[in-house]
């Protein structure tokens, strides 16, 4: 098994979700299932006609059958970078299997001539398609900035003054979320599902993410 995971043939992942999905079903306890079945799973072909091998086989049966808590147990971190603050308030309404540590707005100053050297904001491409619309968006995006600015010059302390900070404002944060959780999210926010478009984008790159180190898990995203 070690020369399947060196390889890349398997992840990690996998052998977690195996140990996960076969602890409800095994006799063998939790750390027997992966030296007793791991040959069965990650070398035989699917028996149900399927891609891949067995051990596909097996999570397609569980996420068929709807036994997805079992998916609980893989869990993704990413850095993501650049949301809007209207975007991050969309995405902290997914909770469960979601944990999120966000830049603050209270300890990291935005002013003109703090090291940020004031806030990044995020732009709609339905603004971008007038010159009017977009240079009035600049516009207002300047005007607090120099409201922000002139608060922090008169004392306001950074956790007042960042009251007039706009939705636009761009923020960063780590999130990690389990695999159930961001099928879960990613049904409710890609593409076609009626979501805005920010978030709908950002579904689509946490999904590129996740298939890109683990493409078993593709299927899954596309059936959602």
């Not at 007038?130 to 005007?143: D, H, K, P, V």
Request: hydrophobic content about 35%.
């Amino acid at each position: 098994m070690r020369d399947l995971l060196e390889s890349g043939a398997i992840t990690s992942r996998q052998v977690i979700a195996l140990t996960a999905i076969r602890t409800c079903y095994s006799a063998a306890k939790p750390s027997e299932i992966v030296a007793s079945e791991w040959g069965k799973y990650f070398t035989q072909d699917a028996t149900d006609g399927g891609e891949g091998k067995e051990s596909d086989r097996l999570f397609r049966h569980i996420v068929n059958s709807g036994h997805t808590s079992t998916l609980e147990s893989i869990s993704y971190t990413f850095a993501i970078e650049g949301i809007s603050r209207a975007c991050l308030a969309q995405l902290t309404r997914h909770r469960v299997g979601f944990s999120f540590s966000v830049q603050s707005q209270r300890y990291v100053r935005f002013g003109s001539g703090d090291k940020t050297s004031g806030f990044d904001y995020v732009v709609p491409d339905t603004v971008k398609t007038s010159r009017f619309t977009r240079e009035r968006y600049e516009s207002a995006m300047q005007t607090l900035q120099e409201t922000y600015d002139m608060l922090r010059e008169f004392g306001v302390p950074a956790e007042d003054a960042r009251m007039v900070l706009p939705n636009a404002a761009a923020t960063n944060l780590t999130m990690t979320a389990n695999l159930r959780a961001l099928l879960d999210f990613y049904g409710k926010r890609r593409k076609g599902r009626g979501a805005q478009w920010e978030i709908a984008e950002l579904a689509e790159r946490l999904r590129e993410e996740v298939t890109r180190v683990d493409p078993w898990t593709a299927p899954y995203f596309d059936a959602v």
